[in-house]
Nanobody, 118 residues
Framework: QVQLVESGGGLVQAGGSLRLSCAASGRTFSTYHMGWFRQAPGQEREFVASISRTSSSYYADSVKGRFTISRANAKSTLYLQMNSLKPEDTAVYYC????????????WGQGTQVTVSS
């Protein structure tokens, strides 16, 4: 079992930056494929970015070039650096973990609110 706890959300003006963190419990973080998702009010949860065990990264088109996902295995922590934020980035952001061999994300954090004002 892995527990994920996000932090770093808040209120920022358009064009600003935020850095989200996701702290993982347990010793298996380095073996997981990790991802960030977001859900805006009245909308379905959507993929934002993910990073493999070998640090290959993947991004949604809507955030490519603005967001950067990274991981620090020694600290069991996942990050999302968000630059050039837009009002449409406003959402609750969740981190998630997918174990080796699994075809879905099994572990989810509680989410952190990001609000971008225009």
């Amino acid at each position: 079992q892995v527990q994920l706890v996000e932090s770093g959300g808040g209120l920022v003006q358009a064009g600003g930056s935020l850095r989200l963190s996701c702290a993982a419990s347990g010793r298996t973080f380095s073996t997981y494929h990790m991802g960030w998702f977001r859900q805006a009010p009245g909308q379905e949860r959507e993929f934002v970015a993910s990073i493999s065990r070998t640090s290959s990264s993947y991004y949604a088109d809507s955030v490519k070039g603005r967001f950067t996902i990274s991981r620090a295995n020694a600290k069991s922590t996942l990050y999302l650096q968000m630059n050039s934020l837009k009002p449409e980035d406003t959402a609750v952001y969740y981190c998630a973990g997918r174990p080796v061999g699994a075809n879905e994300y099994r572990y989810w954090g509680q989410g952190t609110q990001v609000t971008v004002s225009s």
